[in-house]
């Protein structure tokens, strides 16, 4: 875990946005960040570390402060909730093998300390919404695990009654997983557009992958969200393969918090769960300041292909594959500063039952309960069909096309 891997930069930046030769390029080591002092004994009072000096690039923009507060409690609780989201995505990833999930399944594995960072970082009325890598963020904006399992299973008791699936999970403040590649990105900044028309102090995060980068409508949202103002911050979850395709070979530009044009960007270390947590209270606060959108990208990867169809193999090595989860995965980053701080002392572990070993049997325990809920679930009525197209007290008056003799019937 000693080695810190660094990413090719074509386009080294100052903190005002222009280049120099001299600039460091970031790193994605999962274990970089240091302890600065020492560990209080009540696990909520906060303690400070410092990330690695190239956990951070700015354009246009300061980076993020590379001190920072945490608590033992807190970092508990995301190892807790990283270690889930996996075992959940495993879950997954075992039952569409076993050919109970159908269709299209889109994991996060290795992506953790995007999903739970963000969490960490925001409140329950700011908003998100995201494509097809969704199933964590359903989950931590208010979601169940059953819900989620029960969803890719297409039972009653999914997030969406078992009539959605994988990219149709929503919560009141999650607005889903979307299928159509970039579309996502408009939908955000105009769920930001109705936070401010409303005058409500929230901030809207829009997710996209670098393999959606190239869209025009994500272009034009920025173009949209630059002129009004909106209290959005575009996130880029950089795991540099888009579909079966390297960034370098599909993006004449790979440093895409630099694409926002008159945007600002960060550019941050997505393997290290606190620079993660740090890169979004950073844009957080510069939203709701007033100064209006920022492009956060985050350098992460996946473990797996693109989708349960790709093995992930054929246009990358095992070798490389295996070197990121060897030398770079974030739960194991969060476990070695959990052990290795002492973020909790042996009678502390014993009785909150708070060991490494312990939060990842219990996530165990967690996931398996949740699949025999979901698969225990019956799937969904003919009936149901007909139900949930309209949101609730909006309902037409008629409905053409369910049956044939419906076909011709007027509104």
């Not at 609780?77 to 076993?98: C, F, P």
């Not at 994991?107 to 097809?132: H, R």
């Not at 044009?261 to 606060?285: F, L």
């Not at 698969?375 to 049956?403: N, Q």
Request: aromatic share 8%.
């Amino acid at each position: 875990m000693a080695s810190l891997a660094r990413l090719r930069s074509r386009l080294p930046l100052k903190a005002t946005g222009r280049f120099s030769p001299l600039a460091r390029s970031l790193q994605t080591s999962a274990d970089s960040t240091q302890l600065t002092q020492s560990i209080p004994e009540d696990g909520s009072t906060p303690f400070s570390v410092r990330l690695h000096e190239d956990s951070f690039r700015a354009y246009n923009t300061d980076s993020p402060s590379l001190e920072v507060d945490v608590t033992k409690d807190g970092l508990l609780k995301m190892y807790k909730d990283m270690t889930t989201m996996r075992r959940m995505e495993q879950a997954a990833d075992a039952l569409y093998k076993s050919k109970l999930i159908r269709g299209f399944c889109h994991l996060a594995i290795g992506q953790e300390a995007v999903s739970v960072g963000l969490e960490a970082s925001i409140t329950k009325e700011d908003l998100v919404i995201t494509a097809y890598r969704c199933h964590p963020f359903a989950v931590l904006r208010g979601g169940s695990i059953t819900g989620v399992i029960g969803e890719l299973l297409g039972r009653q008791i999914g997030m969406s009654k078992g009539k959605g699936g994988s990219m149709h999970i929503f919560t009141p403040r999650f607005f889903g997983g979307n299928g159509i590649v970039g579309a996502q990105v408009p939908v955000g900044a105009g769920m930001a557009f109705a936070m401010k028309y409303l005058e409500r102090p929230s901030v809207t995060f829009a997710l996209y992958g670098d393999g959606a980068s190239n869209q025009g409508q994500v272009f034009e949202a920025f173009n949209m969200a630059k002129l009004w103002n909106l209290p959005c911050v575009f996130i880029c979850e950089n795991n540099k393969y888009g579909m079966g395709t390297s960034a370098e070979r599909s993006s004449s530009n790979t440093e895409y918090f630099t694409r926002g044009d008159k945007i600002p960007g960060i550019q941050a270390n997505g393997m290290d769960i606190i620079a993660s947590a740090q890169a979004v209270k950073h844009a957080r606060d510069w939203v709701l300041s007033g100064k209006g959108p920022l492009l956060l990208e985050f350098v992460t990867y996946r473990y797996g292909g693109h989708s349960m169809s790709d093995p992930g193999t054929t246009y990358r090595t095992r070798e490389e594959v295996q070197r990121m989860r060897s030398t770079q995965d974030p739960i194991r980053g969060l476990q070695r500063y959990i052990e290795e701080w002492g973020v909790a002392t042996d009678a502390d572990l014993k009785a909150r039952k708070c060991t490494t070993q312990a939060l990842d049997k219990a996530a165990k325990g967690v996931i398996d309960k949740a699949v025999e809920e979901a698969k225990a679930s019956p799937e969904p009525r003919a009936e149901d069909l007909w139900t949930d197209i309209y949101y609730k007290g909006t309902e037409a008056p008629f409905m053409r096309g369910r049956e044939r003799e419906e076909v011709r019937s007027v509104i």
